[in-house]
């Protein structure tokens, strides 16, 4: 008779007591959803008995480890249960029983439907996505199983782990890691589990009840500590309290090429039973034995006087050049590649071939699907592609074919400190799509900041959009911020590909939901998108040259940058390295993924991708994205003269990453580059979010982190205590500038008066900091009388309130592209009974202090015309209609419908009345050109 459960029936009972919390105890009756009928007199109360019967609607929920450590896994639950559990804080086991932890759950009247997955922190083991409890009170989870057992499973039957985790770590070349107990109880002195490194070239591995099978090879690993080695980690801190392995010098030799199959790693009892086996994580491992900084992509090679196209793709079996004489259609010529002991494939090749296309193709262990994918990709270090981003241009960057006249010899404007920086945030489309004294054929188009394009024979004249820009140059701003301008994925680059609107939606009340339906029907198929979906990072964005299938995007990309150097406004750049628009073997826009799967993304320890960002998280500690980033930021800076980088979600990058960046820019110099590198800015969004929040993957750079690095950092602290509120609070939140106690909306949320007046002295002191530069040390009598330095305040109660130690680390906004526009915050926060010129003079005092902050000034295109996105407070994919701007101020665009579903919907409610009243709140063209006037001012003053 085979026992109950397939482990020994000794449970570990030392590592289950530290998995369960000491709890009171709770009456389980295992065999009836019914309790056994209360003894005593016939009287006994309704009330007891009505808990009762409520206490016995549960489900028990088992769960079985072979390896039996169930410290630190809880339970998510969902679904017909009186409580539902949130995924940051998993319920804790009811009990122990022989089998292991239970969760005894309670349930709804009726319950048909529950689903539970085991899980800790973004670790997921066994589940099932549906149980009926009236069928079922009693159900076991085992391993990584997604399915229930309803009867105790034999656990000998049960895959001993899954090659689709990857919980093991290569960190060296000779060292992995593995948070696995190295004995039953952890102790070294105890009787040793056996380890053991497993390899298939052919990826043929797979898990069973008696472990890795289908191995070609396989090492024993030797146990070399409880922790994980000092320099690891440095490079890997997350994985503190991990198992310190070893491969014997031995094996390395035969070892160091197991990166390009299949590789596991497995753990025996010391009586040799399997008890756990996973995939393993190879970027450590890489980054030690395969580092470069040989070139990539095509290049020169002066050593042998010829072209070489070069990859960077140390696990793949074997790497193909496909060559194509045409850029669209026709057939590939194959080239076989050449590799080196750095995993480098190359192909030297002819001359002639200029202007013409290749891809790559590779074959290559994926972890994603477990097995070996054969894919066609382009080069991530493309200087110039196809439309859409489908094959590889070769080009000279140098020709002068692909230079404006006098682009070597054209004036840089200058900058002295970078506390003279001040920022106008702009979209590329924005810019022109919408302005009639453009060319048709420049709606959108690179070309449409270029006079000699614009106006041929008239080279003085200046579109509505030109004049603007000019205008702001001569009142003292002097850096213009382009949204995404490099090759990005999410809109088709092609005209004849374009989806556009049909039909005319001014006809439309101001609140209505047609403008928005319309909209959405084609905003993945128009020609808008903010482009925050990176695929080429090196290349410029196809779908605002007026010839996307070939070099002209490097000439108008050119021509742009310096007709703006030509108005007297230097260039910055919104580069996005923390994600990729995709991953994978099968997308199109993904690349350096289906490269060297699994390398360029930042994981979890359990393999799976990160997507706190968004999606498809990039690991810049890993030493070959890094070296991209650095040599993609100094090929902007080198071959376009840009003059600033601003870093999306640059806390997800690391110190080291942006010092090295700052490092190479400072190396550039003006007589061998063409520019002097040492006066280019760089800044970028500072938050500290996800897996690397509190440092938990090393010091990134977040706002804690940056002071003293001379790295500029937005401040959220003027925003919120200005506008009131937060980004996550609601909408109708006022702050020092919207009227808080001084001037209530009426919002119950907001508190009596005397909280009010409490609240506003509060956000007040984050106002006053970020006037005076966010100095962490800068002293100051804040709301409770006390002399407080910066860093001793708090902000939202558990921040610093002050963090810089420069005011040019101090990036103060009060709006930018995310979320809503300045003037739609204050149409959403000032009381109902201000008036279109009262809610414009509001916007005027926010502007005033950006601009008179001790720091550098941001502001976001068109909010000094009173800008309006008609209440969108996310307006990436909302296509040209909410993303439009009047440079001549006539128009705001408030009040051109609801704003799209897609992320507004949840607040119709709320915003419907306001733009139904766009009458009445929408400013005239005498008020809007007020406001512009006293922007100007206020910059002038600056």
């Known amino acids: ?54 206490q016995a609607k549960t489900i028990r929920i088992h769960y079985l480890r072979r390896d039996q450590n169930y410290i630190g896994w809880g339970l998510h639950v969902w679904g017909d249960v009186t409580n539902q559990t949130s995924w940051s804080t998993p319920q804790q086991p009811t009990g122990l029983g022989p089998e292991g932890p239970y969760w005894d759950i309670l349930l709804l009247t009726s319950a048909n439907h529950v689903g539970v997955l085991i899980h800790k922190g973004e670790e997921k083991a066994a589940g099932a996505e549906h149980i009926d409890p009236s069928k079922n009170s009693e159900v076991w989870l085992a391993g990584t199983e997604q399915h229930p057992f309803f009867d105790p499973p034999d656990m000998n039957h049960i895959a001993a782990g899954t090659l689709f985790k990857s919980y093991a770590h290569w960190v060296k070349a000779t060292t992995l890691v593995w948070r696995v107990p190295v004995s039953e109880d952890g102790e070294l002195t105890s009787p040793q589990r056996k380890f053991k490194l497993h390899y298939s070239g052919g990826s043929h591995m797979h898990v069973t009840g008696k472990g890795v099978e289908g191995a070609e090879d396989w090492v024993p690993l030797r146990i070399a500590g409880l922790n994980i080695p000092a320099d690891v980690m440095a490079k890997y801190p997350h994985l503190y309290g991990s198992t310190h392995l070893e491969i014997e010098p031995q094996y390395l030799d035969k070892v160091r090429e197991w990166c390009r199959g299949q590789v596991a790693v497995s753990v025996e009892s010391h009586t040799g039973r399997v008890l756990d086996c996973t995939g393993v994580q190879l970027a450590g491992m890489l980054d030690d034995l395969y580092y470069t ?10 050593q042998t006087q010829s072209h070489v196209i070069s990859v960077w793709a140390p696990t793949a079996q074997k790497v193909e050049l496909l060559h194509f004489w045409e850029l669209r259609g026709g057939q590939a010529d194959v080239h076989t590649m050449k590799k080196n002991e750095k995993g480098v494939w190359s192909f030297r090749r002819p001359g002639d071939w200029k202007d013409t296309a290749y891809k790559y193709r590779v074959t290559v262990f994926c972890p994603w699907t477990n097995q070996i994918e054969t894919v066609e990709v382009t080069d991530p270090y493309s200087r110039c592609t196809t439309g859409n981003g489908e094959r590889s241009l070769l080009v000279d960057l140098n020709s002068p074919a692909l230079m404006p006249p006098g682009w070597w010899e054209h004036r840089v404007p200058g900058l002295t400190h970078w506390t003279d920086v001040s920022v106008y945030e702009l979209h590329i489309r924005d810019f022109s799509a919408t302005d009639p004294s453009v060319p048709h054929h420049l709606h959108g188009k690179y070309r449409a900041f270029c006079r000699q394009h ?39 680059e092609r005209p004849e590909e374009q989806a556009y609107v049909q039909e005319d939606l001014s006809q439309y009340p101001p609140d209505s939901e047609r403008q928005q339906q319309v909209i959405l029907s084609i905003a993945d198929r128009d020609a808008f998108n903010w482009g925050y979906d990176p695929v080429h990072y090196g290349v410029p964005e196809g779908s605002y040259s007026t010839a996307p299938d070939g070099p002209m995007r490097i000439l108008e990309y050119r021509e742009m940058v310096q007709a703006l150097h030509s108005l007297g406004l230097r260039v910055v750049l919104d580069v996005v390295y923390n994600h990729t628009f995709a991953s994978g073997p099968y997308s199109q826009n993904s690349v350096l993924d289906k490269i060297v799967p699994g390398y360029y993304h930042r994981r979890q320890e359990d393999g799976e991708m990160c997507h706190s960002t968004c999606c498809n998280n990039t690991a810049s500690e890993h030493r070959m994205f ?31 990453n942006m010092t090295a960046i700052r490092n190479a820019l400072n190396s550039l110099a003006l007589e061998r580059d063409g520019v002097d590198g040492r006066h280019i800015y760089i800044y970028g969004e500072a938050w500290d979010f996800g897996e690397v929040a509190l440092n938990q993957r090393g010091r990134n750079a977040s706002q804690h982190n940056l002071g003293g690095s001379r790295i500029g950092a937005f401040n959220d602290r003027m925003r919120d205590g200005a506008m009131g509120g937060s980004p996550y609070q609601p909408p109708d939140c006022q702050g020092f500038a919207t009227g808080l106690a001084t001037d209530p909306n009426g919002a119950h949320h907001q508190g009596s008066a005397q909280e009010q007046l409490a609240t506003l002295l509060h956000r007040t002191d984050w106002v006053r900091f970020a006037l005076a530069g966010n100095l962490k040390d800068f002293e100051a009598v804040v709301a409770d009388g006390r002399l407080l330095a910066g860093q001793h305040d708090t902000y939202h109660g558990n921040q ?33 009974h201000v008036d279109a010129d009262g809610r414009a003079r509001v916007c005027g005092l926010s502007h005033a202090l950006v601009l008179l902050s001790q720091g550098v000034p941001f502001t976001h295109a068109g909010d000094d015309l009173l800008r309006s996105k008609s209440l969108d407070r996310d307006s990436y994919n909302s296509g040209d209609w909410f993303n439009r701007i009047d440079w001549t101020g006539q128009h705001n ?48 003053v600056r």
């Open 454 to 492: 614009l106006y041929p024979n008239e080279p003085r004249r200046l579109s509505h959009g030109l004049a603007h820009l000019k205008s702001l140059q001569e009142a003292g701003l002097n850096h213009i911020h382009l949204l995404p301008s490099y090759d990005f994925g999410s809109v088709p």
């Open 800 to 832: 610093p309130l002050a963090y810089g130690c420069d005011p040019a680390e101090n990036v103060v906004f009060n709006g930018c592209h995310d979320n809503e526009a300045i003037f739609d915050q204050v149409m959403m926060k000032v009381g109902s």
């Open 893 to 940: 665009n408030f009040g051109v419908g609801l704003p799209p579903a897609s992320k507004n919907q949840h607040a119709w409610p709320f915003k419907q009345p306001l733009l139904a009243a766009a009458d009445r709140y929408r400013p005239t063209p005498e008020i809007i050109a007020r406001q512009a006037a006293y922007f100007k001012a206020l910059l002038r």
């Open 1 to 54: 008779m085979q026992a109950r459960v397939g482990l020994n029936n000794n449970v570990n009972t030392s590592l289950l007591k530290a998995a369960v919390p000491k709890i009171a105890a709770i009456p389980v009756y295992r065999n009836s959803l019914t309790p056994p009928r209360c003894q005593g007199k016939h009287s006994a109360s309704a009330e007891l008995t009505g808990k009762l019967e409520e």
């Open 293 to 302: 900084d040989e070139p990539l992509g095509d290049h020169y090679c002066k």
């Open 626 to 656: 890094e070296r991209l980033m650095i040599e993609d930021i100094t090929h902007w800076a080198r071959h376009y003269r840009v003059d600033g980088f601003r870093f999306d979600i640059m806390g997800h990058h690391f110190i080291s």
